[in-house]
């Protein structure tokens, strides 16, 4: 077996060797100098929690199959056992009533070891019929408000004309019945 051929310049990269290990070590340092650095400025930047973190809280649907007061039961999405729920503090139960009386879902915030709360209601379908409720109703608009149904309408003006239009029209009244206009004008 033949035995390898040293060089003159096989000779001079063994001796510069050394120095390119030792330049490379250098580097790897300042690089890793660097990275710690970068890490000791992000965690300043992020610090770590002084209290641990709540538990992951996740949104479900459901369906209330009992209430009473703010407290209900609801069967989740995929389960078959009702569990027990409350509703959340901003959330009027009125709201769920009407719920359960529709059929529509609500939505639930679910957290291990934590009672599920019902934070809303989830309408999935346009209703049948819609029936607002409250102390006070206001509909206003910039232009004109219309309320239609079928061929009878009642239509308001911004700039005062009231326009009534159906096939028959009546009215009538349990005390005085006043009409006022300057002019009034039958037929």
Do not use: C, Y
């Not at 709201?95 to 309408?123: K, R």
């Amino acid at each position: 077996m033949a035995e390898p051929e040293v060089t003159e310049e096989a000779l001079e990269a063994g001796a510069e060797a050394p120095d390119a290990q030792a330049e490379a070590s250098e580097v790897r340092t300042e690089v890793l100098e660097t990275l710690e650095a970068r890490k000791v400025a992000l965690d300043e930047l992020v610090p770590t929690p002084s209290e641990p973190l709540p538990p992951p809280v996740a949104i479900r649907t459901a369906r209330v199959v009992w209430m009473a007061g703010r407290r209900a039961k609801v069967e989740l999405r995929g389960m078959s056992t009702a569990i027990d729920a409350s509703i959340a503090p901003e959330v009027d139960p009125g709201v769920i009533t009407d719920a359960v009386e529709n059929g529509d879902a609500v939505l639930v915030e679910t957290a291990p070891e934590m009672v599920p709360v019902i934070v809303g209601v989830l309408h999935t379908r346009r209703p049948r019929e819609l029936k607002l409720k409250a102390g006070s109703i206001q509909i206003e608009g910039d232009e004109e408000v219309l309320l239609r149904a079928g061929r009878a309408a009642i239509r308001i003006r911004a700039d005062g004309d009231v326009e009534v239009v159906g096939g028959r029209i009546s009215a009538s009244s349990r005390g005085l019945f006043r009409i006022v206009g300057r002019i009034l004008r039958l037929n």
